[in-house]
């Protein structure tokens, strides 16, 4: 598999497994996809989710830590949760992204 256009190894942060086959997703790029898909600014996202307008900015800038709580409440309204992951070896990482 290849890494998605606008994706690059460094950046990955989290490692979806979806119907047996590796998928990459950063959690920042798929609150914004997602927040473009539902045509939801950034202050209508905070105030759906139940968030802080800097939280819905400071997770979309990849902030390294924030609250989990706070991320599945974003999440939630996208169908989603954040969750335990198997952590796959770095070769079979670079492997799945074609590498």
Do not use: C
């Not at 400071?58 to 709580?69: A, F, V, Y």
């Amino acid at each position: 598999m290849k890494v998605p256009k606008g994706y690059n190894e460094q950046s990955i942060k989290e490692v979806w497994l979806l119907s047996g086959m590796v998928q990459t997703m950063i959690l920042r790029n798929f609150v914004k996809e997602q927040r473009k898909i539902h045509r939801l600014t950034q202050t209508d996202l905070a105030r759906k989710a139940g968030v802080g307008l800097r939280f819905v900015r400071e997770m979309e800038q990849g902030k390294s830590t924030l609250r989990m709580d706070k991320v599945n409440q974003v999440l939630q309204l996208f169908g989603k949760t954040l969750g335990p992951v198997d952590r796959l070896p770095e070769a079979e990482l670079n492997a799945t992204n074609g590498k």
